[in-house]
């Protein structure tokens, strides 16, 4: 579905990326682990377009997106929640909604729309509470959940999350953890970078652990919660 | 006391103006961090386009809305080359002085421009009004400052609404708060930022067309104007919305104020003393917002 193919992405004279290569097929949970600086947020900023890679390849299905302005990759079916959730804190939560349909809304319509933010509604209850309130006034974890529901209002193939527990308090972290999950059994595909390695693992099917640029270790998620080199290396243990 | 309530009345109407052009200012400062410092010189375009339509005289409705019509057009027009030739290269460099230089430049260019077409005469303008004055209980009020004071508020609550009530407005404030997220949200930015650019001018140029009337039209109108708006935008806030109007109140009203009871000479003072002040204690201006961020 989502294929990365030798990534490489510069700013300025410092290599960020150094070939990242990565694959995520449909309906699956993805996660890239690694620690900060390691080129995560990097990696989806150049898939949704933000920045321009130096080389190689991203393919959704059978199109390429290197060179495509951000909106259009939008609009191709990949959605990006940012790291930093980036809500708009001067609209609404319902507005933030609907712009998260921005590029859907002509064609399937206000009914269409508005079934769409029930659902995330269902998924998210403290958001419909919260429905007419600015989203600067909503507390950080309320609004990454916004920030994921506005991803999802556009319907995307892809949903590219960076770092959904950044910031949070840890029960909150269970909160979104859990929701990813459920997001999971719907049969989203998802591509999820986290610094929690640990808590990425449990819900992902398959992960990749990013350093300096690279992609250094890749198994399915069971295979890397095991493996020695990523224990030692995020969860505190030392390495048998 | 009528002398007193129009001499009020005539503060308003220009304060109105001065906030008219100041929302200009602020639509495009909240989507791309730029504003057009010609913004007065289109001003000025825009009253001699609708002049050689309207004429000096008193004319019918239609051939008034024609005037502003082609007015808001031109504005339009300008809007694209201000952007594509001035604002875009010059960001290219990285410099914020880049882009205030450029617009300056442009706006000399279509000073000149517009005495080479048009001379450096004065003009009277025309408007759907002729010299009479209502008299509403004693005080006579000036129909075309009462014409000003409408189309001016009906211009920018227009523009609110729009902006708060339809698609491409919720857009447009998504692209003022974080240009990276909207166009995450398939938003195309470089056409919002250019639509903001059309609207500020075009209301920039049918400004030229209200102001016409009252004051005087010639190729220097814009200067002083586009100065004054501007010291309005930094008072109430430039990213304040509609603080622009409490803004451009305040120094039409400190002007005629100053005008008649201290002198005509120092009429202009307060307002810049104000801006000076504003400048040095209220950066963000009087409803300016700091924006707050969660991380």
């Known amino acids: 579905m989502l294929k990365i193919k030798d990534l490489q992405v510069s700013y300025g004279p410092v290599r960020a990326l150094h070939g990242v290569s990565l694959e995520v097929p449909a309906g699956k949970l993805v996660c890239v682990i690694g620690s900060n600086g390691a080129g995560k947020t990097t990696l989806l900023r150049t898939i949704s377009g933000l920045l321009k890679p130096t080389s190689g390849s991203v393919r959704l299905g059978e199109r390429e997106l290197v060179g495509e302005k951000p909106h259009l990759i939008t609009r191709a079916g990949v959605a990006h929640c940012p790291e930093g ?22 064609q ?23 429905r007419e309130q600015l989203a600067g006034t909503l507390s950080g974890g309320e ?16 949903l590219l999350l960076d770092e959904p527990s950044m910031g949070l ?10 929701r990813l999950a459920e997001l999971r059994a719907r049969g989203i595909t998802m591509l999820l970078v986290e610094q929690l390695a640990f808590r990425a693992l449990e819900v992902a099917d398959y992960g990749y652990v990013i350093e300096h640029g690279k992609i250094e270790i890749e198994g399915t998620a069971e295979s890397l919660r095991n493996d020695p080199r990523v224990k030692a290396a995020y969860l505190g243990q030392a390495a048998a | 006391m009528s002398a007193f309530i129009q001499l009020v009345f005539s503060g308003v109407a220009l304060g109105m103006i001065y906030a008219l052009i100041a929302f200009g200012y602020n639509i495009t400062f909240s989507t791309s961090r730029t504003l057009n410092f010609s913004q007065g010189d289109f001003l000025m375009l825009g009253a001699f386009t609708a002049l050689s339509i309207i004429g000096s005289k008193q004319s019918a409705i239609p051939i008034w809305l024609l005037g502003l019509l082609a007015a808001a057009a031109l504005g339009a027009v300008l809007a694209v080359v201000l952007l594509e030739v001035a604002i875009r290269p010059a960001l290219k460099t990285g410099s914020d002085v880049s882009w205030i230089l450029a617009t300056l430049a442009l706006g000399i260019i279509a000073k000149n421009a517009a005495e080479r077409i048009w001379g450096t005469d004065e003009y009277p303008m025309g408007s759907p009004f002729g010299r009479g004055y209502w008299n509403i209980g004693g005080v006579s009020i000036d129909p075309k400052e009462v014409l000003v004071v409408a189309a001016a508020a009906g211009v920018m609550i227009a523009f609110e609404v729009f902006r708060r009530k339809s698609l491409f407005g919720k857009a447009v404030t998504a692209v003022a708060s974080d240009k990276d997220a909207a166009s995450l949200m398939g938003i195309n930015v470089p056409v919002v930022i250019m639509f903001s650019f059309i609207v500020s001018c075009a209301i920039a140029a049918m400004g030229g067309v209200l102001i016409g009337p009252i004051q005087i039209v010639s190729s220097t109108m814009g200067a002083l104007l586009g100065t004054k708006a501007y010291a309005v935008s930094v008072i109430g806030g430039l990213n304040s919305g509609l603080g622009v109007i409490a803004g451009g109140l305040i120094l039409g009203l400190s002007e005629q104020l100053t005008a008649r009871y201290i002198s005509t000479g120092y009429k202009d003072t307060p307002g810049f003393v104000l801006l000076i002040l504003i400048l040095l204690f209220r950066p963000n201006g009087l409803f300016g917002k700091a924006t707050i961020k969660k991380v």
């Open chain 1, 85 to 106: 959730r980036r809500v708009f804190p001067d609209l609404s939560v319902t507005d933030n909604l609907v712009l998260g349909a921005f590029t859907r809304l002509k």
């Open chain 1, 169 to 178: 308090a840890p029960i909150i972290i269970d909160e979104v953890f859990k």
């Open chain 1, 108 to 130: 399937i319509g206000q009914v269409e729309m508005h079934k769409g933010m029930e659902n995330i509604f269902a998924l998210f209850p403290r958001l419909q509470e919260r």
């Open chain 1, 143 to 158: 609004q990454q959940m916004l920030a994921v529901g506005r991803a999802l209002m556009s319907r995307p193939e892809v």
